[in-house]
């Protein structure tokens, strides 16, 4: 293996493991539970002992908290459990993200909160060896080979990593699918976009995509990729017969196209100069021109289209369909859209890199900067 590619997963894990280390000395002061972002709105998880658990006083809390409700009890034994999630169908769908807590954390309450948050920091190291790999395929210039590095200036990693959510899982599984396909390991490819499709129901578009573009070229790829999509879609089928309780999360979150960003925007200029509010503008307004070089991207390339940028073509119809519910607060729509940022960093592999790296991928920057310092020095002081 080249040595760029040990270089950049070295760094990546020693900038990570230094971040995670903060927040949970400093920010949470060695509560694990501060990574769930449990808030005391909704039931907590009947697994959890209250008196020692990070509670963010008067807040909702977020999703990390329903992902941890579920993989204390991944069976749902405890009714107490299901009454702990906002919206059991929908969260129970995506149960791969707490089965592996559940699986590392050898079923131990107490390890499985240290094992979701090492699953985070595995998976963010892990996405990076697998770029550094296509990058080497690919013989990208020497130049370029730092690229994989700038999965860190994703804001929806740490995002993620911060509050526990599965999404991070779903991204390496996607890449590993890509990685699979470009390396004609057709086992590995399906497990992975099994394993995706089991983490986030959203990827079962994306494997349609793939399944398409590989009847172009392999009809015996597209079988495989076939194959990947039974169990989870088995397994959807089953929380709908078996979970009343809750709903589907379309309707909620999607709805006529453009009118959630237009929505958006008017709620940003109607916002004021706040600080909160100018990164609102300044996150959304990255996420808007990340949509749109990948569909520049798609527009250039549709004539041989290719997994790279075309498997993500789901995510870019999710992006125009969304309704406020995602585009309300910027760690649901940073966290939800990672693909559409990492795959702009996949692109410049077969594309001119300049444009995309000056004025796009460096942008990402200052949002995952801004993010962290936030949650290390000031989130503190509010709790």
């Not at 709805?255 to 958006?264: Q, S, T």
Request: with cysteine.
């Amino acid at each position: 293996m080249k040595k760029f590619i040990w270089i950049n997963t070295a760094i990546t894990f020693c900038i990570v493991l230094s971040i995670v280390s903060l927040l949970f000395y400093f920010t949470f002061d060695r509560q694990i539970t501060g990574f769930f972002c449990i808030g005391d709105i909704f039931p907590m998880s009947p697994y959890i002992d209250k008196s020692s658990a990070y509670v963010f006083k008067g807040k909702v809390g977020y999703d990390g908290q329903f992902f941890l409700a579920i993989a204390l009890d991944p069976g749902l034994r405890n009714k107490r459990t299901i009454d702990a999630l906002d919206n059991p169908k929908f969260r129970y769908r995506r149960i791969a993200y707490p089965v592996v807590g559940y699986i590392i954390g050898l079923g131990n309450i107490e390890l499985i909160p240290y094992a979701m948050v090492g699953v985070n920091i595995l998976c963010i190291v892990t996405i990076v060896l697998l770029i550094s790999v296509l990058f080497q395929i690919e013989s990208a210039g020497s130049r370029y080979r730092w690229l994989p590095v700038l999965i860190l200036a994703i804001p929806g990693v740490w995002v993620t990593l911060c509050t526990s959510t599965a999404d991070l899982l779903g991204t390496t599984l996607f890449t590993a699918t890509l990685v699979g396909l470009r390396l004609c390991r057709n086992g590995l490819a399906s497990v992975a976009l099994c394993l995706a499709c089991l983490t986030r129901e959203t990827y079962l578009g994306v494997a349609m995509i793939l399944i398409v573009l590989e009847l172009r070229r392999n009809s015996g790829n597209a079988l495989w990729l076939s194959f990947a999509t039974v169990p989870a879609l088995l397994w959807n089928a089953l929380v709908y017969v078996h979970i009343r309780e809750g709903t589907s999360g379309i309707r909620e979150n999607f709805g006529v196209p453009f009118a959630g960003i237009l929505a958006k925007w008017q709620a940003i200029l109607e916002g004021g100069l706040t600080i909160k509010n100018l990164y609102e503008a300044y996150a959304f307004g990255l996420l808007m021109m990340a949509g749109l070089f990948l569909a520049a991207s798609m527009i250039r390339t549709r004539r041989q289209p290719a997994a790279i940028p075309f498997s993500v073509l789901p995510y870019l119809v999710i992006l125009i369909t969304s309704k406020m519910q995602i585009f309300g607060y910027f760690a649901n729509y940073l966290r939800v859209f990672i693909d559409i940022f990492l795959v702009n960093i996949l692109i410049t592999l077969r594309e001119p890199a300049d444009l995309v790296k000056k004025r796009l991928l460096l942008l990402y920057v200052p949002a995952s900067v801004a993010y962290v310092i936030h949650y290390i020095f000031i989130f503190i002081f509010i709790h």
